[in-house]
């Protein structure tokens, strides 16, 4: 089943499949209504293909997209088709494995060559995601690793495919430990805030500061979740609401100016959200809206976490002035699925993300474990830890 792409600047829509899906060509869709139970992983390679569930249409359809050329993997990261930093990492890993197999190189350079310039697309789809360029980077330095070593094409071309797959693997397992951490500082019958969404869909599965709820929820801490509905592309009111009502853990949605009033009222224990970069000093850049959460926060006495694979944790540099901040299209503040709610021409400014002073975070969860200040120190190991743990899967040296 194919579909027709609607001209950029289009209106966005929930429910529609024309309108929605802004790419230069069609792809092929896969549609269910009513949605499946979540057992499948967010994205994952099939038959040549880059496969993943179409974010955007949730929860009223779920669609199943396939992705056969490397511009259009990075349109579909642009476009939100996949979204959440560890979802991203993994699809572009899965981009890179694609553009090796579709190269028609006649040697190991010229292999290489098409890979960087693979790399430079995917990194461009979003920049303020770092795992995006960590994934692609740790495909290409095993591309140049093994042409170094006179490996032949057809060998790196299967090595990389082996490698995205193996990314895609340790992101649910990655995901699993931070759970476990980060079920441990969320107290018995915590009332739990949430933002965005962080679920199975923002990972492969599983998901980050979701993944620490559903592992507090499976210890029987009697837990209950404030779901930010996270405007202006409503992640929390779309994706985390669906994923937790089918999971049965208990929540309410609320609009986004509802949390203080909730923080004030001692009626939130826990703050809890994810993030798509982490400087080195602690800085946290995540969803726009995460910074007053952990302002207010703060200031009523709640602890706030942030819940990141150490992928996201970006050493290079110093703190969060340095984080790019993307800008997105006018339409996703003045219109809500096909509706205007705003006048026409109105100006617009549409920050993606906003950044978190360390000061306002009581941790950083991790795989490693739960970072706390100095971060500068806990987040470099934790980060050394993880390194250590991939190369002696890929049997480096470490």
């Not at 028609?104 to 060559?113: I, K, P, S």
Request: hydrophobic share 45%; net charge negative.
């Amino acid at each position: 089943m194919a579909t027709p792409f609607a001209s950029e600047g289009s209106s966005l829509s929930m429910r529609a499949l024309t309108g929605a899906l802004l790419f230069s060509r069609p792809y092929p869709i896969h549609f269910f209504n009513p949605s499946p139970p979540m057992s499948d992983r967010t994205v994952w390679w099939e038959a040549g293909k880059v496969r993943m569930i179409d974010q955007r249409l949730l929860p009223l359809d779920y669609v199943i997209a396939d992705f056969d050329a490397v511009p259009d993997v990075a349109r579909a990261i642009t476009e939100m088709v996949v979204r959440g930093a560890p979802a991203i990492g993994a699809t572009a890993g899965f981009g890179m494995a694609l553009a090796a197999q579709q190269s028609r190189a006649e040697t190991t350079r010229g292999l290489l060559a098409d890979l960087r310039q693979a790399k430079e697309t995917l990194d461009a789809a979003r920049p303020t995601a770092v795992n995006l360029a960590w994934a692609t980077a740790r495909l290409l330095l095993l591309a140049e690793a093994l042409a170094g070593d006179g490996a032949s094409i057809e060998r790196i071309q299967a090595a990389l495919l082996v490698e995205a797959q193996r990314l895609a693997d340790q992101d649910v397992e990655i995901n699993q430990r931070m759970g476990r951490h980060g079920a441990a500082v969320i107290p018995q019958n915590a009332n739990i805030l949430h933002h965005c969404n962080t679920g199975s869909l923002a990972a492969v599965d599983i998901g980050t500061a979701l993944g620490v709820v559903r592992a507090a929820h499976e210890a029987n801490k009697n837990i209950h979740v404030w779901v930010d509905e996270t405007r202006p592309r409503l992640q929390g009111a779309r994706l985390t609401a669906w994923e937790l009502m089918r999971d049965g853990i208990p929540m309410h949605l609320i609009a986004d100016n509802a949390a203080g009033l909730l923080m004030r009222q001692r009626k939130v224990d826990v703050v809890l959200y994810g993030a798509d970069r982490v400087a080195a000093n602690g800085d946290v850049a995540n969803k726009i809206g995460s910074y007053k959460l952990a302002v207010v926060a703060k200031e009523n006495g709640i602890p706030c976490y942030s819940v990141v694979p150490t992928s996201t944790i970006d050493l290079d540099l110093p703190d969060g002035d340095h984080i790019p901040i993307e800008e997105r299209g006018w339409e996703e503040v003045v219109m809500v699925g096909d509706t205007q709610i705003a006048p026409d021409d109105v100006p617009v400014y549409n920050p993606a993300f906003d950044v978190t002073p360390h000061r306002y975070l009581t941790g950083i969860i991790t795989e490693e474990g739960v970072c706390y200040p100095p971060f500068t120190e806990s987040l470099a190991a934790a980060k050394a830890r993880a390194e250590a743990r991939i190369r002696a899967a890929q049997g480096r040296p470490l």
